[in-house]
């Protein structure tokens, strides 16, 4: 059984950072890539970057360049997202999900909010 | 960066009766190595992740209801509901997978008549 598990919902300052993480379990990290998706409340999802954790590679969104950094532990298949720099633009629900081909399961989504 | 336009923003169909949902890509999403289309559809109901519901345009991921199909190639592409149910109530999301960054279409809210 496939589950994706983020951690939970964050409140933040305009110019911190945020870090979540997605634990997967069955054998997610040994075959799939991790991808992100971000969807402010009332709008459409948003791909931000992804990463094949036995490969290495990540990709992310040129609009994300910079100043966000999609990681992975094997040991504990556990993937990270580290958004830095954060505005009140950067509110919203962020979901992690595995990259088989299209992306067939996701995290309950973690919720972020940044205001002052 | 590939753009992804869906086509209408909103739809509302009787129960029972057809649903389409319309995608069109910037640029091509279909590799000519494999003859297969990099796009797939998802629905999201309100306070839930989204469900993937097609990928390579047609192919219907594992337990998904043979009432949703895809079809399209190239740059343009469609889901349909053969015979809507209440429970189909949602967003429809298709995405292109053929490059980085993968994209999104902006959502099409599909509403009972």
């Known amino acids: 059984q496939v589950q994706l598990v983020q951690s939970g919902a964050e409140v933040k300052k305009p110019g911190s950072s945020v870090k979540v993480s997605c634990k997967a379990s069955g054998d997610t990290f040994n075959r799939y890539g991790i991808n992100w998706v971000r969807q402010a409340p009332g709008q459409g999802l948003e791909w931000m970057g992804g990463i094949i954790p036995i490969l290495g590679p990540v990709n992310y969104a040129p609009k994300f360049q910079g100043r966000l950094t999609i990681t992975a532990d094997e040991s504990t298949s556990t993937a990270y997202m580290e958004l830095r720099s954060l505005t009140s633009e950067d509110t919203a629900v962020y979901y992690c999900?595995?990259?088989?081909?299209?992306?067939?399961?996701w995290g309950q989504g973690t919720l972020v909010t940044v205001s002052s | 960066d590939i753009v992804m336009t869906q086509s209408p923003d909103s739809l509302a169909v009787s129960l029972g009766e057809r649903a389409t949902i319309n995608c069109k890509s910037s640029q091509t999403v279909l590799y000519s190595s494999t003859n297969k289309n990099s796009l797939a559809w998802y629905q999201q109901r309100p306070g839930q992740p989204p469900k993937l519901l097609i990928y390579w345009a047609s192919t219907r991921e594992s337990g998904v209801p043979d009432r949703f199909s895809g079809s399209g190639s190239g740059t343009d592409f469609t889901l349909t509901i053969s015979s809507l149910q209440a429970e189909d109530v949602a967003v429809y999301y298709c995405?292109?997978?053929?490059?980085?960054?993968?994209?999104f279409g902006q959502g099409t809210k599909l509403e009972i008549k």
């Open positions: 995405q292109q997978y053929y490059n980085t960054p993968n994209s």
């Open positions: 999900a595995r990259d088989r081909i299209a992306l067939d399961y």
